[in-house]
């Protein structure tokens, strides 16, 4: 039974992770509802992270080799520092800065408070109506070479607001590209460029302090989870990226709030505990 619920959180992981709808939220309330009733946990939610996360490194590998390569050429002065990848080698490092400081700082939170089902609801509509706000007022006009040292910052305190469950990785990064200016598919290009270095390091963290712990899943249940939610998460970036470039984000932003009302619901009649 562990394992069959361990796949089913894989699934929903791999579906979520890149869409604005907050990935560890949805594992969060699921795990609610599975037989087990058990909260998957945040390291749980961090390993499975892995395999979303190298779903991203297979789909913009020849961006990522390219970016690597130009910023080491920058280092020796091999490349000018303004060039584009290399700077974008910058940007990613920098971006990466606000969720290492703030996830070290409040892991405690992170792993115990920011779980309370109360908060998920709410940062799924708070966050729902910013990204609509954003999408509706964004000039959408800037691409990722006009990205500035500033607004990579931004994008990384962003970025770090998605420690707390209901808030969306891609779903924050996303609203403050908008906001700031970007097109549509730059602004999401460059959250899940941001993402790896973060998810990367939490992932491996978490497997390396969990290791000899007690878990409600067995480390072959984690991994089979993280392994079902690459492949379903490679689907999921090809059809987002294409989906983005021609629509808007209407219908993540109504998906949040109606979950996010539901859940209040739910938590207010007493039919689940937060």
Do not use: C
């Amino acid at each position: 039974m562990h394992l069959f619920e361990a796949l089913i959180l894989g699934i929903v992981q791999g579906l979520t992770e890149f869409l604005p709808i907050s990935s560890s939220a949805h594992l969060r309330i699921l795990g609610t509802f599975l037989p087990s009733g058990e909260d998957p946990g945040a390291a749980f939610t961090a390993i499975t992270q892995i395999g979303t996360e190298a779903a991203v490194v297979v789909f913009f590998w020849r961006d990522i080799v390219r970016i690597i390569a130009q910023w080491f050429r920058s280092l020796t002065g091999r490349v000018p520092r303004s060039d584009p990848d290399a700077r974008m080698g910058w940007m990613i490092i920098i971006g990466s800065i606000p969720i290492v400081l703030l996830g070290l700082l409040f892991q405690d939170q992170i792993e115990t408070v920011f779980r309370s089902l109360w908060i998920v609801a709410i940062m799924l509509i708070v966050f729902g109506v910013l990204l609509g706000i954003a999408d509706h007022v964004g000039a959408k006009r800037r691409t990722l070479d006009q990205l500035t040292y500033p607004h990579g910052i931004a994008y990384g305190v962003a970025q770090a607001l998605a420690l707390i469950p209901g808030v969306s990785r891609s779903g924050g990064t996303i609203t403050m590209g908008l906001f700031l200016g970007y097109e549509r598919a730059a602004a999401a290009r460059y959250a899940f460029l941001l993402a790896i270095p973060a998810v990367f390091g939490s992932g491996f963290y978490q497997v390396f302090k969990s290791w000899d712990e007690p878990s409600f899943f067995s480390f072959g249940d984690t991994l089979a989870a993280t392994g079902i939610a690459f492949v379903v998460a490679l689907g999921v970036i090809a059809f987002f990226m294409n989906y983005i470039s021609k629509r808007s984000f209407l219908p993540f932003v109504i998906y949040r709030i109606l979950l996010g009302t539901v859940l209040l619901v739910l938590l207010g009649t007493g039919v689940i505990a937060a």
